[in-house]
């Protein structure tokens, strides 16, 4: 079932700027069938697995790979709340570099220039070796005054130790846009066992809806 293929339509109307504010309407398709499915989803005791998506996977390969079929990829973007299988999905090496250098001219420019700064604060304790890092964005003047790094170390009563680094840093454009692509590689995968049940849910959303 491709994904949207059966999802019920609507008339949405708008004002065109172009046609002196001159109301069109646009047959969409019914999203709220689509959040309904989800909630149901994320109501039920379902079982997940987490999952890194690498370069080449898809949400269709995934589907076949993990329900013997790629016309099942819409259960991998329901489940993921996906809404653009192209940008809210992470972006292939060549497509992220031709994705950034249409966005900023060159890959030069996406480097040298700066999106953001910001005060990184790791934490690392003594007993676990467990590492908690903290971000958090600084206007320049504050990035400019702060020290490069610092290091402070906190005794505990039962004898262990915190140590806490600070440093900060200057986060090109470049490096703000890796950052958010990667962030999108995390993903859920809904157990196979479900997937008739979530089939079955959606075929009684579209048709009640």
Same mark, same amino acid.
């Given at each position: 079932?491709?994904?949207?293929?059966?999802?019920?339509?609507?008339?949405?109307?708008?004002?065109?700027?172009?046609?002196?504010?001159?109301?069109?309407?646009?047959?969409?398709?019914?999203?709220?069938?689509?959040?309904?499915?989800?909630?149901?989803?994320?109501?039920?005791?379902?079982?997940?697995?987490?999952?890194?998506?690498? =370069?080449?996977?898809?949400?269709?390969?995934?589907?076949?790979?993990?329900?013997? !079929? *790629? /016309?099942?990829?819409? %259960?991998? @973007?329901?489940?993921?709340?996906?809404?653009?299988?192209?940008?809210?999905?992470?972006?292939?090496?060549?497509?992220?570099?031709?994705?950034?250098?249409?966005?900023?001219?060159?890959?030069?420019?996406?480097?040298?220039?700066?999106?953001?700064?910001?005060?990184?604060?790791?934490?690392?304790?003594?007993?676990?070796?467990?590492?908690?890092? =903290?971000?958090?964005?600084?206007?320049?003047?504050?990035?400019?005054?702060?020290? !490069? *790094? /610092?290091?402070?170390? %906190?005794? @505990?009563?039962?004898?262990?130790?915190?140590?806490?680094?600070?440093?900060?840093?200057?986060?090109?454009?470049?490096?703000?846009?890796?950052?958010?692509?990667?962030?999108?590689?995390?993903?859920?995968?809904?157990?196979?066992?479900?997937?008739?049940?979530?089939?079955?849910?959606?075929?009684?959303?579209?048709?009640?809806?």
């Amino acid at each position: 079932m491709p994904y949207f293929t059966n999802f019920p339509v609507v008339a949405y109307d708008f004002e065109r700027s172009d046609l002196l504010n001159e109301r069109v309407s646009k047959i969409v398709s019914n999203i709220l069938v689509r959040t309904k499915l989800l909630d149901s989803v994320s109501n039920l005791p379902l079982v997940y697995y987490k999952y890194d998506v690498v =370069d080449g996977d898809t949400p269709e390969s995934l589907a076949y790979k993990y329900y013997g !079929s *790629s /016309t099942k990829h819409w %259960i991998i @973007l329901i489940v993921n709340n996906v809404f653009d299988p192209f940008y809210d999905w992470p972006l292939k090496y060549e497509n992220f570099v031709a994705f950034v250098e249409n966005k900023y001219g060159s890959i030069a420019n996406a480097k040298t220039n700066i999106h953001h700064y910001e005060k990184v604060i790791t934490k690392t304790d003594s007993v676990t070796s467990t590492i908690t890092i =903290d971000k958090h964005e600084l206007d320049y003047n504050t990035f400019a005054n702060l020290a !490069s *790094s /610092t290091t402070q170390t %906190i005794n @505990l009563k039962d004898g262990n130790t915190v140590t806490i680094v600070t440093t900060k840093s200057a986060v090109s454009y470049y490096d703000y846009e890796e950052t958010f692509n990667e962030s999108k590689r995390s993903i859920k995968i809904l157990d196979a066992s479900f997937a008739s049940a979530i089939e079955t849910e959606l075929d009684v959303l579209i048709n009640n809806g």
